[in-house]
């Protein structure tokens, strides 16, 4: 039993209304935002164990010395 199409276009309706048009397209920049930092951050975090292990590994080498 699924909502035929005249319900869901008066859910969306009665959303719009409560909510506005302002405030619904700022919650969708603020999710665009949020998604992009997150893929930025684990881009960021799946190239910084092998750097951090280079770094390591100079570090070693350098006390050794």
Do not use: H, T, Y
Request: hydrophobic letters at 35%; charged letters at 25%.
């Amino acid at each position: 039993m699924f909502p035929s199409a005249w319900q869901i276009a008066v859910v969306v309706i009665l959303i719009i209304l409560l909510f506005g048009r302002g405030k619904i397209s700022g919650l969708m920049s603020d999710l665009a935002k949020g998604i992009k930092s997150f893929k930025k951050g684990m881009s960021d975090n799946s190239d910084s164990p092998n750097q951090d292990s280079n770094n390591k590994d100079e570090k070693d080498n350098s006390s050794n010395n």
